[in-house]
Structures are given as C-alpha cells and as structure tokens.
C-alpha cells in the first residue's frame, strides 16, 4: 500500500478533508501518516484505524521516502518545503491546496470532473505535482464545463460573492463577532417596537463604525456590508482573485494562446460562512436553446444541478444556507439576457471548502492509488 503523508490536518481545509477521506473510506487505500509543524508527538487524528503520533512538517528526510503528500499547510510551507524535498530525492505525487505552484509549468491544476483526461496525461508523463485550483474558478467550471465542452462559450463574466471562508478559519470567526456585536448593540432599539426603523438603522451604522467592531483580519465591517476587493492587486486594476479567474479557468481545460476563453469579473468578500456565490453571464457563440443549454449543464456531472428559474425554488436551493456542506454544484436563475439570445445570465453556489478546497485533493490521491 502507498504510504500518504498528510501535512496541516489541523487547520481549517485540513479538517474537511480528513472528514471527507473518513467518509470515502480513502484510508482503507493506504498507510497514512499525519504531519504537522506545531503538534510534533500528538495523537493523530481518529480515523478509524490505529496510526502512528504526529510527525514533524519540517521532516525533510522522513517526508521524502513518503509516496504521496499531500499538503494543506498553506502557501509558506510549499514554498520551503516543495523544493526542499525534490532536492532530497523525493519522488512521489505531491497533491497541495496552497496556490504557490498552481501556474507551474510542471503543475496541473486537479479538478477530476472536468479535467480528468489531462490529469491521466499528465501522470503518464511523468508530472508529480498536482494543485487544486482557486475556489471560484473550481465551483464555475463544476457548475458550466459542460458548455464548454460543446464548445459554445465564448466569454464568462464571473461577478462574485465569496464567503469569509475564503480568507481564512479566523475571518470566520471574526465575521460571526461582528454579527454579535452589531446584533448586541442595536438590541435595545431592536426589542422596543416603539422605537422607529431609522433609530434602527443609526445603530447599525453606530456599531459598524465603532472602534469595538472587531475587524483585525478583515480590517473592515463585513458583517452588514461587503468588501468589494479580494487579495492583492495585480496589473490593469484586477485584483489577483480576479486575474485567478482567466488563467487558472484555461489552464484546468487545458486552453492555451488564442483558443483561451476570457473569464474575468468583479470579486467580492461578503457575510456567508464558506459558501461562494456567482452571477454569471456567458456570451455563447451561437444562440443555443435554453433546454438544451440546462440538459448539458444537468448532465455534466453528478453534482451540477439545475435549479428552476422560479422564485420559490431559488429561494430554498440556490443559496449558501442551503448548500453548506454538501458536494452539490447548483445554478439557476438561467435565462436569456436582454443583450440578446447568444447572452446567457445565471446564478452558481457552492461550498468552497468542499469542491472549492478539499475534494479535488483527496479525490486525486484516489487516482494516484488506484494507478
Ligand atoms: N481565494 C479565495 C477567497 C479562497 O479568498 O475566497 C481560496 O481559493
């Protein structure tokens, strides 16, 4: 059996793919051993089966003899540790969450569903290091890689509302803090009905603006309003989770120089916990018919789904409330836009640390057992 090292099982995407691979039953497939860079020594995580105490992440000799690692460490880790081990031998498949190597040349993006032919070219060639892709750029090509299979897509503009999750475990903490200080400081207004609904809003805005609102890692409110900028700026005013959205989107399909299909939009952190949202509208070459456009989307895989385009559907299938924690790929509000036939608009939720993080890493490693 393939020995699998796990590395930052702890942290946030960790977690969920520890409890996905227990769900799949992955680690009935191979030797796990878990690392990490702080808990050297501890209990590993109970998954059913004895294994051996926490390992130390920074190990370079021990991970290296490892078949698999797969990391969930972050961005920092990889770029010490990926080059570290491949200068100390190792030669096995390393799977990581982190963006760091995502745009390698040497790298391919994992996202099995829609890019399973290039991954299966790509272990024939000897390519050993595999990414999972940006979040969004995951959960749009889950929700419409079947219509660019067909080849009808001429460009996708991605308009995003991206949950706290996104930014980290302690974001979304501090995100439920600002809720609670908002809620615990308009109470009194709230709880006497007498009191008018601007006297209501005052104190919204009072607690929003308060030096008390905690805001460390966001450094903004969140909660009760949005943040329109998500990481750093990159070049011609896109911000770098903008720019995420054409190249990691063409390199997952496989797109290169003219044939890459333009994907670009306006993403935005709001107040959900870890689901992401997004408006899209997609300039097809052709006008193709709505039917035909929700069968192919339908049965492109078995998480996409079509939600009817009526109000009470929308509002009980198509949000993050009710897509949090399951593997379901949603969209809905599809319809023809103004613009004319060939503009296609609709709406896609998913959980980001689901096919947004986690389940393209462990489903990988099943492809790499199994090979
Ligand atoms: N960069 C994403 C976000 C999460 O900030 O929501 C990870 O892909």
Known sequence: MKRVAIVG?????????????????????????????????AKAPAIGRDVAPVAGAGDVDTLAKFDVIISCQG????????????????????IDAASTLRMNDAAVIILDPVNRSLIDDAIHRGVRDFVGGNCTVSLMLMAIHGL??????????????????????????????????????AAPVLDDPARGILELDRAVGQALASEKLPKDEFGFPLAASLLAYIDKPVEAGQSREEWKGHVESNKILGLRGADEIPVDGICVRIGAMR??????????????????????????????????????????????????????????????LKMGPTYLGGFTVGDQLLWGAAEPLRRMLRIVLEQ
């Open 9 to 41: 099982f702890r942290g946030m995407v960790g977690s969920v793919l520890v409890e996905r691979m227990v769900a799949e039953r992955d680690f009935d497939h191979c030797e796990p051993v878990f690392f990490s860079t702080s808990q050297t020594g």
């Open 75 to 94: 961005g920092d880790y990889t770029t010490e540790m990926h080059p570290a081990l491949r200068r100390a031998g190792f030669k096995g498949v390393w």
């Open 148 to 185: 660019y299979q067909k080849g009808w897509v001429e460009w996708v503009s991605t308009m995003t509302y991206q949950a706290a999750s996104g930014a980290g475990a302690k974001n979304m903490r501090e995100l439920v803090a600002q809720m609670r200080f908002i809620g615990q400081s």
């Open 275 to 336: 689901c992401h949202s997004q408006g899209l509208t997609i300039k097809l070459k052709k006008d193709v018919p709505l039917d035909e456009l929700d069968a192919t989307i339908a049965e492109s895989n078995p998480w996409a789904r079509v939600v009817k385009n009526e109000k009470p559907a929308t509002l009980a299938e198509l949000t993050p409330a009710a897509i949090s924690g399951t593997l379901e790929v949603p969209i809905g509000r599809l319809r023809k």
